[in-house]
């Protein structure tokens, strides 16, 4: 794998809370797999990230294990990027610390993402859920990376990054770029219910990339529809909206047109769609299924990407936390 040279830098990461979905898979990882012939590319399980909402202690390694296996069928290449584990980083955590010297805490307590955990688990609003968005920052800024593919509910927490950079270039001198999201045509999927996006953490919202060909069938059974016969254009919200969202990203043009066609006719058959997409979800997933199978068997393999690739990084750690710790006068000039 080539990382020298002046390729720019890309960072992405997934937090380890399960198995992923097909809204991690469109949003992220298709970005991801976009990105990583061109440019000097890492990718991460986030597992400090993890620990910012209450997580189950004896699960945490298998969940990490998990993302990693799953971004990897996904098409993750060992010859083209690095993938790490965050908390095998502790450079990321050190400049973690200096990000939080230059950030105001009111600009943290405002974000949407801030305001949505704390609603969420009101029980648990720790220090570490305020610094998440710094910790976020850090884990994009210690490789300098300018491209971040990531969907759009990510957006607020680019926006602090992109402010943090500013910030320490102001203070301290420039040294760090203006990370920019990378966008897929699926940066928003949206939820089975209706309502929202896809989310891990809400029940009936999701198909996971582990998901057989039947079980994508009952998750898409239980997804709302009206009557099918009012006719006129496909809806902009709601269940039927959102199933033709996933018809746009699954399937071919002629089978969306084909639908959208009987929609506005008045004449749709909902379990026809619904057949004919869970097909094509499956179709695209299958093939993942099989690598993973195949990265299940052969351990090693995993386990060899992932030293090299935090060994590679934190090189490139030590060398921006040395630039930092000598711009913010901890250490002497040469
Ligand atoms: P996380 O673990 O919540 O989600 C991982 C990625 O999946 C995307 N995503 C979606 N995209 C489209 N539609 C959806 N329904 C959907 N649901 C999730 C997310 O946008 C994300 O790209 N804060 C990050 C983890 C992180 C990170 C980073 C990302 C930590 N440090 C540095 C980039 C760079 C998060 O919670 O992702």
Redesign the pocket.
């Known amino acids: 794998m080539n990382t020298k040279g002046d390729r720019k830098k890309v960072?992405?990461?997934?937090?380890a809370?399960g198995r992923l979905h097909i809204?991690?898979y469109?949003?992220?990882i298709k970005g991801m797999i976009a990105l990583q012939d061109e440019y000097d590319c890492t990718f991460g399980v986030?597992d400090l990230?993890t620990l910012t909402t209450p997580y189950d202690r004896g699960s945490l390694q298998g969940q990490i294990r998990d993302v990693v296996l799953d971004m990897m069928a996904a098409g993750l290449d060992p010859k083209k990027c690095r993938l790490i584990i965050q908390s095998h980083i502790p450079e990321v955590v050190e400049l973690s610390y200096y990000f939080a010297t230059v950030y105001q805490l009111a600009r943290i307590e405002d974000l949407p993402t801030f305001k949505e955990k704390k609603a969420q688990y009101p029980e648990h609003i720790t220090v570490a859920l305020l610094y998440y968005p710094i910790l976020?920052a850090a884990?994009?800024l210690l490789s300098k990376a300018e491209l971040?593919p990531?969907?759009i509910?990510?957006e607020p927490?680019l926006e602090a990054a992109r402010e943090i950079a500013r910030k320490f270039n102001v203070t301290y001198g420039d040294m760090f770029p203006e990370p920019q999201r990378f966008a897929t045509k699926?940066?928003?999927?949206p939820s089975l219910t209706g309502e929202g996006?896809?989310?891990k953490t809400k029940e009936g919202s999701f198909i996971t990339l582990a998901d057989s060909l039947d079980v994508i069938r009952e998750r898409l059974a239980k997804a709302p529809t009206d009557s099918g016969a009012k006719g006129g254009s496909v809806p902009k919200k709601g269940g039927v909206a959102n199933l033709f969202v996933l018809l746009r990203l699954f399937s071919s043009a002629e089978t969306v047109k084909s639908y959208t066609s009987v929609y506005e006719q008045g004449v749709i058959k909902y379990a026809e769609l619904k057949h004919q997409l869970s097909h094509d979800i499956f179709k695209e997933l299958e093939p993942l299924q099989k690598r993973r199978q195949y990265l299940m068997e052969h351990p090693h393999e995993v386990d060899e990407f992932l030293a090299s690739s935090e060994t590679s990084y934190r090189e490139d750690g030590r060398a921006t936390i040395a630039e930092v710790r000598e711009k913010m006068g901890l250490s002497s000039h040469e």
């Open positions: 960072f992405s990461g997934i937090r809370t809204g991690n469109y949003g992220a986030m990230h976020m884990d994009i971040v990531v969907g509910d990510q927490h699926g940066e928003l999927v996006k896809m989310s």
